[in-house]
Each structure stands twice: as C-alpha cells, then as structure tokens.
C-alpha cells in the first residue's frame, strides 16, 4: 500500500488539474525553477554552517570541553554519553545522528543510554542550523530572541528527557 501512496497523489494531481484546466507541466516547470533558486540562495548559509560544525568537530575542543563536566554528570548519576548528542543537536543534526549511531554500536538501541540519547535526539532541533538556513536564506539580520528561546527549548527538553526517561525505562 505505501508504495502506490506517491504514485496515488500524482494521478490525483494530474486529474485535479486536468479538471481544472491547469497546465501542469509548465506549473511544475515554474516550481522547480522557483526552487532551484531557492537552492542557490541557500548555499553560502549552508556551507558556512556545515564548515563552521566541520571545524568545531575536528577541532578536539568538543572533548577537552567536556572533560571537565564528567564528575558533575557522574555526581547527578546521568550517562555522561548523552551529553556530546546534547550539545551538538542544536548545531547539527548530522552530526547528532553520528554520535546516536556510534551510541548504537556501543550500547545498543534498546540499552538506557541508547533511549535516553534517542529521546534527547528526538525531542531537540537543530535550532542553530535552522536560524543560520533559514533566516540567512531570506535575509534577516537581526534574529532577536530567536536563537536564544530555540535553544533555551532544546535544553528544556534535554533536562525533561533526563527526568522521564528513566521513570519509565
């Protein structure tokens, strides 16, 4: 059933708009040139985000970073594990798909470090790809409180997702 939905929708597209009287094709045209353009505006924000996490990643400052917050999570009792996922989810969510990926080849999904980076992956967002994408694409300069209440969110749910997850697992 789920390999006939796509082709479902564009049967009822293309008799929509041949009902309609619509010229698809040239419309389809427009839209994809529409978007190609989007792509193109696109581009320089992306590339800078994705050299801006290539070189926070390669950089080792991830590591001698959290070196020094291993005795509080032991103290509090939490995987120190989950917090790479943690901090760099917002900046990535490749990169946070890697280190769920390598916690899965350690752990295993169905272990508490598994599920509880799972539920922190996702339950968070990648606020500062999207604020860098997004607002870079249509050209907003100033993003006020948009940064700071995007990431403000995403540390919410880290600590809600530290608090739930080991009730119910």
Do not use: C, H
């Not at 901090?87 to 280190?99: K, N, Q």
Request: net charge positive.
């Amino acid at each position: 059933m789920s390999n006939l939905f796509i082709p479902i929708i564009v049967i009822f597209v293309i008799v929509y708009g041949y009902f309609k009287k619509i010229n698809i094709y040239d419309v389809f045209v427009s839209g994809a040139s529409e978007g190609f353009i989007m792509v193109r505006d696109m581009f320089p924000s992306l590339l800078a985000m994705i050299l801006a996490v290539n070189i926070f990643k390669s950089s080792g400052v991830i590591d001698f970073l959290f070196s020094f917050l291993k005795p509080i999570f032991l103290f509090l009792k939490i995987p120190f594990e989950v917090l790479p996922i943690a901090v760099m989810r917002p900046l990535s969510g490749s990169f946070g798909l890697a280190l769920l990926n390598n916690i899965y080849g350690i752990y295993g999904p169905d272990s508490f470090v598994g599920i509880l980076s799972s539920v922190i992956q996702g339950s968070s967002d990648t606020t500062v790809y999207i604020i860098t994408l997004y607002f870079g694409t249509i050209g907003i300069k100033k993003i006020r409180y948009a940064l700071w209440v995007g990431l403000f969110a995403d540390l919410f749910m880290v600590v809600v997702s530290l608090i739930i997850v080991p009730l119910l697992f």
